[in-house]
């Protein structure tokens, strides 16, 4: 056992077997817990919550998920399987009517104005921190994660391609994947400017009667990621700028059908089941950029989608008491050339492996995020792995057995 002395909390690190530089496999989640959940949430910032139970093997990661990417990043291909092969609701064409559109104001010269003005803010709502760890002092704006090296396979960077005209994601095709096997149900490639079964978007909507006390709100953003659209974009094949954050979730809009959601947000389901694979195709090149929160520090995780759709960062979601995140490829450091994955449970339980994934900084990396079986995996891929309709039920079995995969217990105060 390794103690991580942090700024406001003591985390235990168990790890376990022989570092690996292609998987990490987190293991001894408590199957069962509690978050609060919150019950409504208003314009005036007022959210009540109640207690929530959880039960299940993966338990709050077989809830919804939705995909958050942050710049400098470059996404070529993102794709979601599932293994009951369906999407997790049925597509509802008016879900969309009742929402509304507010005033908006470019995402990220208005983020400089935040930081201005709250200088102490940190991602994910804690604050900046010195931590020893494994005996080296860090100051970082993650209270959870840890940083040592390791190498992996990075993939060339492709040539770009020519510019395709803008279009609105497609519905997701029903893939039959046979039994024990995994079907598709949300691509996006960025060669060819197509999507089916997804939805990019992020916190731009700057409601007049949210602003002061939610802050920017979940909303569409245009094809290069940055800023408000009135209806839903394909990505672009273009660099996501240091500091932008998108939000992928599903293609089905919430109907009154996802609990407590932010006023005014264009909000989605995400992914749900105990079953599901996460899958990108991502270059993260070096900016040089230095001095503001999340400069030159790109990364990939997932959340539980109640966050994105209430408050991603504030105090009004469960995100604090343990619904759930997963950070898969994370940059800690400005200009770092080392990510890390970390499991973030609030107050239930986390942990962060000490094995670094190379950052793909002048080509793609190919990873999968895999939750299945009771454990949750990160793999790094195969350069010549497809993104396919299918996934044999035998490869997400072996990537997460093999004997190179790093297990991980995740910690349970």
């Known amino acids: 056992m390794r103690n991580i002395v942090i700024i406001g909390a003591t985390l235990l690190v168990s790890v376990v077997g022989t570092i690996s530089a292609t ?3 987190f293991k001894g989640f408590p199957q069962s817990g509690s978050y609060q959940k919150l019950v409504s949430l208003n314009a005036q910032g007022d959210c009540p919550t109640e207690q929530y139970n959880f039960n299940g093997a993966n338990s ?11 710049g400098p990043a470059k996404v070529k291909q993102f794709a979601v399987y599932t293994q009951d092969n369906t999407p997790s609701r049925k597509r509802s064409p008016k879900a969309d009517t009742h929402q509304r559109r507010h005033g908006h104001q470019h995402f990220h010269d208005k983020n400089k104005e935040i930081r201005k003005e709250k200088e102490d803010v940190e991602r994910r709502n804690g604050q900046m921190v010195t931590a020893t760890m494994f005996g080296t002092v860090v100051t970082m704006t993650d ?5 040592t090296p390791a190498p992996a396979a990075v993939t060339p960077a492709a040539s770009p391609a020519a510019a395709a005209p803008v279009s ?3 519905a997701a095709p029903v893939v039959n994947a046979g039994t024990g096997n995994w079907g598709r149900v949300a691509y996006y490639d960025a060669a060819s400017a197509t999507a089916n079964g997804l939805t990019f978007l992020g916190n731009v909507n700057w409601n007049s009667e949210t602003y002061e006390t939610l802050g920017a709100t979940l909303g569409y953003v245009t094809p290069n990621g940055q800023n408000s659209s009135s209806k839903p974009t394909v990505l672009e094949d273009s660099l996501i700028p240091d500091g932008v954050e998108f939000v992928i979730s599903s293609d089905t809009a919430c109907n009154n059908d996802c609990g407590a959601t932010a006023p005014g947000a264009n909000a989605y389901h995400g992914w749900k089941g105990a079953e599901k694979v996460f899958m990108i195709e991502i270059e993260m090149p070096l900016s040089g950029q230095t001095g ?3 400069a030159d520090m790109p990364a990939f995780w997932l959340l539980n ?6 408050q991603q960062y504030g105090k009004c979601s469960c995100w604090a008491t343990g619904c759930g995140e997963w950070d898969i490829h994370e940059i800690l450091k400005a200009g770092a050339t080392t990510g890390y994955a970390s499991m973030h449970m609030g107050n239930n339980y986390a942990g962060t492996p000490p094995q670094g994934l190379p950052r793909p900084t002048s080509g793609t990396m190919k990873i ?7 454990v949750a995996h990160v793999e790094v891929l195969d350069p010549q792995t497809s993104f396919g309709d299918t996934i044999l039920g035998a490869a997400v079995a072996g990537y997460i057995n093999s004997p190179n995969s790093t297990p991980f217990n995740v910690i349970i105060p």
């Open 23 to 25: 998987g990490i496999t």
């Open 368 to 374: 999968a995020a895999i939750v299945s079986g009771g």
């Open 168 to 170: 609105a994601p497609a």
């Open 143 to 147: 209270t959870w994660d840890v940083a």
């Open 60 to 70: 709050p990661l077989d809830e919804e998920l939705s995909a958050i990417v942050r």
């Open 292 to 294: 503001y929160l999340n």
């Open 305 to 310: 989608t109640q966050i994105v759709n209430q």
